[in-house]
């Protein structure tokens, strides 16, 4: 479920196909994918968006390196707070 299912036939027109990270993520099916794999990935998304660290050049791709990116991000959060 995202922002672009509510997009008017207008909006569409206007703004073109820009795709959602989901949609760039998972493809037009997101419910093919596990619940944990995005689950995962949304939690990624939302710790990235949250400590301002970015996405960069380079990112995370699989579940095992957003794992990683979550708990590192986590621990800066400690070290700098």
């Known amino acids: ?7 008017t036939a207008a909006e569409r027109e206007r703004i073109g196909e820009l795709d959602t990270w989901v949609y760039m993520q998972f493809g037009p099916n997101p419910g093919e ?10 939690m ?6 949250m400590t301002t660290v970015g996405y960069g050049d380079i990112s ?21 707070s």
């Not at 479920?1 to 997009?7: A, L, V």
């Not at 944990?36 to 949304?42: D, F, G, M, T």
């Not at 995370?60 to 700098?80: D, K, P, Q, W």
């Open 60 to 80: 995370a791709t699989t579940i095992s390196e957003r794992v990683f990116a979550i708990l590192g991000m986590i621990c800066g959060g400690f070290v700098f």
């Open 1 to 7: 479920f995202s922002t672009k299912d509510w997009w």
């Open 33 to 42: 994918h596990s619940v944990w794999e995005r689950y995962i990935s949304a």
């Open 44 to 49: 990624y998304w939302a710790f990235t968006t």
